[in-house]
């Protein structure tokens, strides 16, 4: 119905190409999973592949140490518990992220406090974490949502003043980078997600780096059932969980590394071109960039929709609409985590008031998302974005 509505040139679709597939693979992924099976060493404990993997990751990233675990959510639960946060302890975060940010939280006995958002960034807003600081309040941790860093120079002063941790959700940030640093180990720790989304995928999975070698050593302990590196099989100095990554995995990600930087220029590049393309588009704008932000891994790229441009026709018709003209890889982006069922049953009664979050309230209602494997294909891909808005633009008018 809505093509039939939208097609107004002639009744086809303005695109019938599909997007560059996801996940990429090739010959690489294949050829270490079968290193693998034909190896017999399938587990981290006898195996190479993951360890060969932490250690790239690390150096990737600009840090010492990683640690690899099954999946982003337990990647930040795991640090949130080697800092020793835990029951009655406060977290500050933000409303605007994936669910897990919170849980990881909750999991570990501690109450997420929510910060507003910076409508510039979408990160949490420096401004107002000062005034959510408490007694209780153990640590700040600051989501680089889409890729794009927080304001980390802001987050680390606050931190220190009140001497807090600062764990990083890096978990859509590979590679990015603030004031010229990788992200994930500028603070105190940091995690990273490869779940099937995601920019470096082995299907699931994540890690934890840090430049703390008695940080990397709880992580260590934790995902090893609390065992520690330099004792006996059975020697357990803590309650852990079996959190390892399998060499499966760990093979599949050692080969997704490898082109991470070249998708990640490409990526880029086409933001970019995009973000140039739309700039005489009434009614769709870009996030504003930020000289700070030195690298960008660009897993989403995030707009801005003003419905009043566009017939006053709502967000979601208009996502409708795009996806009608063959412009698929298309999202509305969060629900604020206050509005969530799961995480509202846990707040106190006025913390999940929507008029405390007035810029987050703007994002759920305004955003539109592309996401990272939109970027992936050349001019012509990105010219059939714009091509896309402004034909429906010119049928609401």
Request: hydrophobic letters at 45%.
């Amino acid at each position: 119905m809505m093509k039939e509505q939208l097609a107004i040139d002639g009744g086809q679709p303005l695109r019938t190409a599909p997007f560059p597939q996801w996940p990429i693979f090739d010959e690489k992924e294949e050829r270490l999973v079968l290193e693998v099976l034909h190896s017999g060493n399938w587990g981290i404990l006898s195996g190479d592949k993951v360890n060969t993997f932490e250690q790239r990751f690390a150096e990737f990233q600009g840090a010492q140490f990683a640690t690899c675990v099954p999946n982003g959510t337990l990647a930040l639960e795991m640090a949130l518990r080697a800092l020793g946060i835990g029951p009655g302890d406060e977290v500050i975060t933000t409303p605007y992220t994936f669910i897990a940010t919170a849980s990881a939280a909750l999991m570990v006995g501690a109450k997420p406090v929510f910060v507003d958002i910076d409508l510039q960034s979408y990160n949490i807003d420096p401004a107002k974490i000062e005034a959510a600081v408490t007694e209780r309040t153990k640590a700040i941790m600051p989501v680089h949502l889409a890729g794009r860093p927080a304001d980390l120079d802001a987050i680390l002063d606050i931190a220190k003043r009140h001497n807090l941790k600062v764990v990083e959700d890096a978990c859509q940030a590979w590679g990015s980078e603030w004031q010229g640093h990788r992200v994930g180990a500028i603070g105190d720790l940091g995690a990273f997600s490869f779940q099937a989304s995601k920019n470096i995928t082995a299907g699931e999975g994540g890690a934890v780096v840090t430049n703390d070698p008695e940080l990397h050593e709880m992580c260590w302990s934790l995902h090893n059932v609390g065992r520690v590196p330099t004792g006996a099989w059975y020697q357990h100095e803590r309650i852990g969980w079996n959190l390892r990554m399998t060499e499966w995995q760990g093979a599949v990600l050692l080969a997704q590394l490898e082109r991470l930087s070249e998708a990640t220029k490409i990526r880029d590049a086409n933001a970019r071109y995009l973000m140039e393309a739309l700039d005489g588009v009434v009614g769709l704008t870009p996030l504003p960039e930020d000289p700070r932000v030195t690298r960008h891994s660009r897993h989403l790229f995030i707009m801005r929709y003003e419905s009043e441009a566009f017939g006053g026709h709502s967000r979601n018709a208009f996502m409708q609409a795009l996806r009608a003209e063959g412009i698929e890889p298309c999202s509305a982006g969060y629900v604020p985590l206050y509005r969530s069922p799961a995480i509202a049953a846990t707040l106190a009664e006025g913390e999940g008031d929507p008029s405390a979050y007035p810029a987050t309230e703007v994002a759920a209602e305004q955003t539109v998302w592309l996401f990272q494997y939109a970027l992936l294909g050349d001019r012509t891909d990105m010219d059939t974005i714009v091509d896309a808005v402004l034909k429906i633009q010119r049928a609401w008018a």
